[in-house]
Nanobody, 113 residues
Framework: QVQLLESGGGLVQAGGSLRLSCAASGRIFGIDVMGWYRQAPGKQRELVATITNGGSTHYADSVKGRFTISRAENTVYLQMNSLKPEDTAVYYC?????????WGQGTQVTVSS
């Protein structure tokens, strides 16, 4: 099992910034991808950004140029700049270990206009 603990969500005005953190613990050997997904009310969960062990990153088109994913050992970060009201969602941390996906409990990000 892998446990993921997220932090850093909150309320921010449009144009502001937030930084999310997610620390992995437990059976972390074998994590090859970590990332962030989000789910807005009434919508499906969607990919935000991922990062591999080798440092390769992938972003949703909607966040390119505004969000930056990074990783330090078993912690993954999401720096979110120029936030928009449509970024409002619950953000979930994800890790993949030997083909299995693990999820954090989610952290709320609310962007006011």
């Amino acid at each position: 099992q892998v446990q993921l603990l997220e932090s850093g969500g909150g309320l921010v005005q449009a144009g502001g910034s937030l930084r999310l953190s997610c620390a992995a613990s437990g059976r972390i050997f074998g994590i090859d991808v970590m990332g962030w997904y989000r789910q807005a009310p009434g919508k499906q969960r969607e990919l935000v950004a991922t990062i591999t062990n080798g440092g390769s990153t992938h972003y949703a088109d909607s966040v390119k140029g505004r969000f930056t994913i990074s990783r330090a050992e078993n912690t993954v970060y999401l720096q979110m700049n120029s936030l928009k009201p449509e970024d409002t969602a619950v953000y979930y941390c994800m890790s993949r270990v030997l083909g299995l996906y693990y999820w954090g409990q989610g952290t709320q990000v609310t962007v006011s206009s």
